[in-house]
């Protein structure tokens, strides 16, 4: 490892040293914590777990107890190893982001700068130190996409299975990985021959190997756990409709129309934008995993009906392998940047005044939540149309 | 299960007792007094019970029962986190659901147990209300709570006697003496933000509108740059 990036990773550390122990301080001496409720709610699952009992005994615990059993030293060694871990993924992360950047052509003094920006990312390091898991499945998704990149394929899709069991999300990336493994269509063949094509070797590999770790892990909690376990892990996810403010977009739809006799409807109709996005990026963008990955994550996180700002982490993660290959110039870049700061503070004030002041602000962070999805998708579409793949750079340098 | 158990058989019933000694009388009962107010302001509020009484010579443990309305609800996880804290003595009389919305809630009883101390602060959250087309707000009333007395010095106790846990632990059940006609404030409100449902109609057009609005910038994006 090169001597630039150590220091990089040691500044890295020690900002995160220095603001765990803030976070000892803070949730020792002051009222307002610095840690995270989930970090709790994950501590108290530990808990049971190492009393023999379900995870599930905790209520709003909905994860895979897998997270649980991970962090079970929280309980029997000191309750900060869980941030340990956590902010150890986090590191991780930045190396498997400079390998994914150095094997996808970025020099190595351009990798370091990209790779800074998941490092002294404010919210990178605030979600880990404060105790939220996301960074464990940032480990998962990139070390899944380094090893397709690199052609390791079994790793990839026991990674890929494991991801998906932890967080349900990155399933999205089925189709594009999917496509990636099956040869281009021909037009000169026919549609059968064409869809014979594409269940080749290496995708009935792919799909048999995460399917298998995926199903395995599912029916050893499914056996330990029972109903519960699939219910607070994956139905309650894919059924969840959370009426309380959030950055979503539909949420103040969802509010006024949750005992009306078209919720049912609408909530379908919610996933509609979702579905057509995710389709047609993963065929647009299936030669570019990272980058199909990244707007797939993005679109899903925009146009969800629930969304905090812990899932933004789940694209920001992939961010720096598509920066290096923008073509956006400085000014316009951080323009874009500044005007995703700006929709979160016009969300965040009505919604700071509506929570703790009392103010009736629903419908000021309705508008702020729609302008907020306006704004994810200018970004969005900036990064789409200022995106340059890699044939395109291959052929620059030629 | 136990807890839940011992919770459920909370009798109320009056009960004579001819005690030779009387831990409580009419003259010192008269000393003691209860205030409840509510401060903070939105949906994350505090309730401070101040209850006092002049000196005496034996212990006095004083229980508030406090009927909470499905207008709000208690977290327990961060009472158990301030009893480890602060000392707060809480117990509740049955699961809370932290997120449902206040329709589909029900109201419960939440013990607060002053042992030593004589204040109490604990937090109350609000619940997401259903939207109205004719109020910005919805009031929360919650009930003067009851107050309870008992000293370990005087097991008998005379009065209207209720059976409640003895101590936040709720290994056992003591007899606890109410005491009534309390002077003080009547009952507590709170007022919560609700949504506005005149507005169902607009929120959904524009709503819609505006993904679709996006959603078609960013296929046609998506289309112009991919490779097919």
């Given at each position: ?37 989930d970090?709790?709610v994950f501590?108290?699952a ?9 995870p599930y005994?905790?209520?709003?615990y909905r994860y895979t107890p897998l997270l649980a059993l991970l962090l ?13 871990l956590f902010?150890?993924c986090d590191?991780l992360s930045?190396?498997l982001l400079?390998?994914l ?26 979600v880990s130190?404060?105790?939220n898991a996301e960074s464990l499945l940032a480990v998962l998704v990139l070390s899944s996409l380094l090893c397709l990149e690199s052609r390791r394929r079994t790793s990839a899709a026991l990674l890929f299975g494991l991801s998906v069991h932890m967080k349900i999300y990155p399933v999205t990336y089925a189709l594009p990985i999917a496509l990636s493994l099956t ?15 594409c269940f080749?070797?290496d995708l009935l590999q792919f799909a048999a190997v995460s399917g298998s770790v995926f199903l395995a892990l599912n029916l050893i909690f499914y056996s330990m756990y029972g109903w519960e376990f699939l219910q607070e892990s994956y139905l309650f996810h894919l059924t969840r ?30 996933f509609?934008?979702q579905l057509?996005l995710l389709l047609?990026s993963s065929l647009?963008f299936r030669?570019d995993l990272p980058f199909c990955c990244f707007i797939h994550t993005a679109v899903f996180v925009s146009f969800n009906k629930v969304c905090t700002?812990q899932y933004f982490l789940w694209y920001l993660c992939l961010l720096?392998l ?77 | ?228």
């Amino acid at each position: 490892m090169d001597a630039r990036l150590c220091v990089l990773l040691s500044a890295a550390v020690l900002i995160r040293c220095v603001l765990l122990c803030i976070g000892v301080y803070q949730d020792q001496n002051l009222q307002l914590k610095y840690t995270d409720v989930d970090y709790h709610v994950f501590t108290d699952a530990s808990r049971f777990i190492t009393q023999g009992q379900s995870p599930y005994e905790r209520s709003t615990y909905r994860y895979t107890p897998l997270l649980a059993l991970l962090l079970t030293p929280n309980v029997l060694l000191s309750a900060h190893c869980g941030k340990l871990l956590f902010v150890g993924c986090d590191l991780l992360s930045a190396l498997l982001l400079f390998r994914l950047l150095v094997l996808r052509g970025s020099s190595r003094s351009s990798a370091r700068v990209y790779c800074g920006l998941w490092l002294f990312n404010p919210l990178t390091i605030g979600v880990s130190t404060r105790g939220n898991a996301e960074s464990l499945l940032a480990v998962l998704v990139l070390s899944s996409l380094l090893c397709l990149e690199s052609r390791r394929r079994t790793s990839a899709a026991l990674l890929f299975g494991l991801s998906v069991h932890m967080k349900i999300y990155p399933v999205t990336y089925a189709l594009p990985i999917a496509l990636s493994l099956t040869g281009a269509p021909s037009r000169g063949r026919g549609l059968i021959q064409n869809l014979l094509r594409c269940f080749n070797r290496d995708l009935l590999q792919f799909a048999a190997v995460s399917g298998s770790v995926f199903l395995a892990l599912n029916l050893i909690f499914y056996s330990m756990y029972g109903w519960e376990f699939l219910q607070e892990s994956y139905l309650f996810h894919l059924t969840r409709r959370d009426i309380r403010h959030n950055f979503s977009p539909y949420f103040y739809m969802l509010y006024v129309t949750a005992e009306h006799r078209w919720s049912g409807v609408l909530s379908l109709v919610c996933f509609l934008p979702q579905l057509l996005l995710l389709l047609l990026s993963s065929l647009a963008f299936r030669s570019d995993l990272p980058f199909c990955c990244f707007i797939h994550t993005a679109v899903f996180v925009s146009f969800n009906k629930v969304c905090t700002s812990q899932y933004f982490l789940w694209y920001l993660c992939l961010l720096p392998l598509v920066v290096s290959r923008l073509t956006l110039g400085w000014r316009r870049g951080l323009g874009l940047l500044l005007l995703w700061f700006v929709g979160q503070a016009l969300w965040l004030s009505p919604a700071y005044y509506l929570e703790f002041e009392g103010w009736n602000t629903f419908a000021l962070i309705w508008i702020a939540g729609l302008l907020f999805l306006l704004i994810n998708s200018l970004i969005l579409g900036q990064i789409i149309s200022h995106y340059r793949p890699a044939d395109a750079q291959l052929k620059k340098t030629d | 299960m136990v807890r839940v158990y011992l919770l459920a058989i909370i009798l109320c019933f009056i009960n004579h007792v001819d005690s030779k000694e009387d831990c409580f009388p009419p003259e010192w009962l008269k000393s003691v007094s209860l205030s409840v107010k509510i401060s903070k302001a939105g949906f994350h509020r505090d309730l401070q019970y101040t209850v006092e009484w002049s000196d005496t010579d034996h212990d006095v443990q004083a229980l508030l029962l406090q009927k909470m309305p499905s207008g709000v609800y208690l977290d327990e996880y961060q009472l158990e986190t301030l009893r480890r804290d602060t000392g707060l003595e809480v117990l509740l009389d049955s699961k809370v659901d932290l997120e449902a919305p206040e329709y589909l809630s029900s109201g419960f009883t939440a013990l607060v147990f002053l042992s030593g101390a004589r204040e109490a602060v604990v937090p109350v959250h609000g619940r997401y209300h259903r939207p109205s087309d004719s109020s910005e707000r919805v009031r929360v009333d919650l009930e003067r709570p009851r107050l309870l007395l008992r000293s370990d010095q005087c097991p008998g106790v005379r009065g209207v006697v209720v059976d409640a846990p003895c101590t936040v632990s709720n290994h056992s059940i003591c007899s606890w003496m109410e005491i009534l006609d309390l002077e003080g404030d009547a009952g507590l409100s709170l007022e919560l933000p609700v949504g506005d449902s005149s507005m169902i109609f607009s929120v959904c057009v524009v709503t819609v509108l505006t993904t679709v609005l996006s959603c078609v910038y960013l296929l046609r994006n998506i289309w112009r740059h991919g490779s097919f």
